[in-house]
């Protein structure tokens, strides 16, 4: 599997809200920040995040309009431009948004988001 393969993988256990399956691809120390929100370190404190949102989403469809990798497995940098679309209740919310993936070991060890807020939340205010 190369970085980019990873990034993908764990975006497609995302879209089917396994997170467990999504959390055994990062390390255990993860950091995973959502910039301009919270920082978080460690797997349960992804999934902590993580669950209550997907929870409320019927479906989940993470777009990936551009990504390019570097490196590889042992360090590796991945980097995407999304649309991430969760369908809650009758409508889609979509959040576009660059990522950045730090790849050690095999796993992901980085996972940053870069979006905008007030768009996020015009977004989820329908």
């Given at each position: 599997?190369?970085?980019?393969?990873?990034?993908?993988?764990?975006?497609?256990?995302?879209?089917?809200?396994?997170?467990?399956?999504?959390?055994?691809?990062?390390?255990?120390?993860?950091?995973?920040?959502?910039?301009p929100m919270?920082?978080v370190?460690?797997?349960?404190?992804?999934?902590?995040?993580?669950?209550?949102?997907?929870?409320?989403?019927?479906?989940?469809?993470?777009?990936?309009?551009?990504?390019?990798?570097?490196?590889?497995?042992?360090?590796?940098?991945?980097?995407?431009?999304?649309?991430?679309?969760?369908?809650?209740?009758?409508?889609?919310?979509?959040l576009?948004?660059?990522?950045?993936?730090?790849?050690?070991?095999?796993k992901?060890?980085?996972?940053?988001?870069?979006?905008?807020?007030?768009t996020?939340?015009?977004?989820?205010?329908?």
């Open positions: 599997m190369t970085p980019d393969e990873l990034v993908r993988t764990f975006i497609k256990h995302i879209e089917a809200k396994n997170l467990d399956a999504a959390c055994s691809l990062m390390t255990d120390d993860c950091e995973y920040d959502n910039v919270a920082k370190f460690g797997i349960e404190a992804v999934k902590q995040i993580l669950g209550p949102f997907t929870s409320g989403c019927s479906e989940i469809d993470w777009v990936i309009v551009r990504q390019s990798a570097t490196g590889d497995m042992n360090a590796g940098v991945v980097l995407n431009e999304r649309i991430d679309r969760f369908k809650m209740g009758e409508r889609w919310v979509e576009p948004l660059a990522g950045v993936f730090e790849i050690k070991n095999g992901i060890s980085l996972w940053r988001d870069y979006f905008d807020l007030a996020f939340q015009k977004a989820m205010a329908g």
